[in-house]
């Protein structure tokens, strides 16, 4: 297993990273992250798209967001430990039970009822996002702060949607519910972590870029998806 960084290496963004690299327990995870910077290609899920193709040898891709940071000695073995049953192709620290509205065919529609519901983690706020959960176990979809994707999964789907999707929101949904598309498992492991979030997309930095892609906006980059 490789940690993949997508960045834009805002001030401190190996801080985080860091933590995890020094709770690393297993040999099974390396202690080399790859951090993809704007230097190399711009956008996260073209960045994660980067880290599939040039790591061909790792067969367990663990991409975190640069504002995540670890509190959990052993992670790794907890982790690893998913991917031991081979019909797992997912594992995330933030996952939600549901996925859409149970009655979405049987009263008028609203984008709502495309939600997730249920939401668990075991980040310092958890109870702010939904309840706090410290175990094991299967979910509808997961949070795109910290991705741990079966490279076989990937490849049998193509690679990440770079073509298709924007290049910095929904790659969760997508990769999770192509999991379930292709038959494997989705789960959820409840690492003591926390994520701090939005550290990149406010920045005038990231508005700018996102101004010249061909969404024009990040507002329009979410209405899309």
Same mark, same amino acid.
């Given at each position: 297993?490789?940690?993949?960084?997508?960045?834009?290496?805002?001030?401190?963004?190996?801080?985080?990273?860091?933590?995890?690299?020094?709770?690393?327990?297993?040999?099974?995870?390396?202690?080399?992250?790859?951090?993809?910077?704007?230097?190399?290609?711009?956008?996260?899920?073209?960045?994660?798209?980067?880290?599939?193709?040039?790591?061909?040898?790792?067969?367990?891709?663990?991409?975190?967001?640069?504002?995540?940071?670890?509190?959990?000695?052993?992670?790794?073995?907890?982790? &690893?430990?998913?991917?031991? #049953?081979?019909? =797992?192709?997912?594992?995330? @620290?933030? $996952?939600?039970?549901?996925?859409?509205?149970? !009655?979405?065919?049987?009263?008028?529609?609203?984008?709502?009822?495309?939600?997730?519901?249920?939401? &668990?983690?075991?980040?310092? #706020?958890?109870? =702010?996002?939904?309840?706090? @959960?410290? $175990?094991?176990?299967?979910?509808?979809?997961? !949070?795109?702060?910290?991705?741990?994707?079966?490279?076989?999964?990937?490849?049998?789907?193509?690679?990440?949607?770079?073509?298709?999707?924007?290049?910095?929101?929904?790659?969760?949904?997508?990769?999770?519910?192509?999991?379930?598309?292709?038959?494997?498992?989705?789960?959820?492991?409840?690492?003591?972590?926390?994520?701090?979030?939005?550290?990149?997309?406010?920045?005038?930095?990231?508005?700018?870029?996102?101004?010249?892609?061909?969404?024009?906006?990040?507002?329009?980059?979410?209405?899309?998806?």
């Amino acid at each position: 297993m490789i940690i993949i960084v997508p960045t834009c290496q805002r001030e401190g963004y190996q801080e985080g990273i860091n933590t995890f690299i020094s709770n690393i327990e297993t040999e099974g995870c390396s202690k080399l992250p790859a951090y993809v910077s704007d230097e190399t290609v711009r956008g996260v899920l073209p960045k994660m798209q980067w880290g599939l193709e040039h790591f061909l040898e790792q067969d367990i891709l663990c991409y975190l967001h640069d504002d995540v940071v670890c509190r959990e000695p052993g992670w790794d073995k907890r982790v &690893l430990g998913q991917f031991s #049953n081979p019909q =797992v192709g997912v594992v995330g @620290f933030g $996952g939600s039970l549901w996925h859409g509205d149970p !009655d979405i065919y049987k009263k008028p529609y609203h984008i709502s009822q495309l939600g997730r519901s249920y939401y &668990l983690s075991n980040v310092d #706020n958890a109870e =702010v996002h939904g309840g706090r @959960f410290n $175990g094991e176990c299967d979910v509808a979809t997961v !949070d795109g702060f910290a991705l741990v994707v079966r490279r076989s999964l990937l490849e049998k789907a193509g690679g990440w949607p770079v073509s298709t999707y924007s290049p910095h929101h929904n790659y969760d949904y997508w990769i999770t519910l192509m999991a379930h598309r292709l038959g494997y498992k989705v789960r959820l492991v409840g690492i003591r972590c926390h994520h701090w979030g939005g550290r990149t997309s406010v920045t005038s930095e990231y508005q700018q870029w996102a101004a010249t892609t061909k969404w024009g906006s990040d507002a329009k980059m979410h209405e899309a998806g």
